[in-house]
Structures are given as C-alpha cells and as structure tokens.
Nanobody
Framework: VQLQASGGGLVQAGGSLRLSCAAS????????IDWFRQAPGKEREGVSC????????RYADSVKGRFTISRDNAKNTVYLQMNSLKPEDSAVYYC??????????????????WGKGTQVTVSS
C-alpha cells in the first residue's frame, strides 16, 4: 500500500493549489481517504475526508467553503482543491487511508496508512 501526496508549493495569500494523492497497492474505491495537515509546533489536524464512492465529504470548519475534496477512482487519485489560501493554511499536508469511513470526518484513529506529506506555504 502506498499513498503519495503532491502538488504543494509556495503561493501568495488568496491563491490556489491543488493537491493530489496517488494511491497504489490497493483498490482505492473500497476506502475513504482523509487529508490532514501539520504545522510546526502544532498537532496534526484533520482537514477533509471523502467516502469510498465519493458520495460523502467532510471538512474542518477552518477550510469549509474554501477547500474541495474529490476523487477519481479510475485514476487512483484523490484531490484537494484549495482556494482563497491563508497564511494559517501553511503546513505539511498528508493523505491517509481511513478504515472507518468519512461519517465523522477525518480522524487519525481510523487511519491505517499514511502517505508522505507535501509542503504548502502561503505567504502574506
């Protein structure tokens, strides 16, 4: 099982980035996928999740209305479109496979595999 996040970078406040999470070694459509982020000195925070078939999504209050999660199971990829970025969105972003689905949002307790993170830096 492998998950690889990509698409991070440096962007000015108000800008956009699209993160991708490429999955391999398992059938993506059978699992919910979460996005988390961790800023220096802070705990890892659940950002968003999407159910296995994509019918259910959840967002942290801090990103609701600005971020959109989606998935393309045929391409084995989950996306996180991030708009209206703020400096406080700066963090390393991780995607993860969640065994518990997405009903209660992204939770570390349900994660069995983590991808390597991608750095997002938003300048003011």
């Amino acid at each position: 099982v492998q998950l690889q996040a990509s698409g991070g970078g440096l962007v000015q406040a108000g800008g956009s980035l699209r993160l991708s999470c490429a999955a391999s070694g398992f059938t993506l459509e059978d699992y919910a996928i979460d996005w988390f982020r961790q800023a220096p000195g802070k705990e890892r925070e659940g950002v968003s999740c999407i159910s296995a078939r994509g019918g259910s999504t959840r967002y942290a209050d801090s990103v609701k209305g600005r971020f959109t999660i989606s998935r393309d199971n045929a391409k084995n990829t989950v996306y996180l479109q991030m708009n209206s970025l703020k400096p406080e969105d700066s963090a390393v972003y991780y995607c993860a496979r969640d065994l518990f689905g997405c009903v209660r949002g992204p939770r570390t307790g349900g994660v069995d595999y983590w991808g390597k993170g991608t750095q997002v830096t938003v300048s003011s």
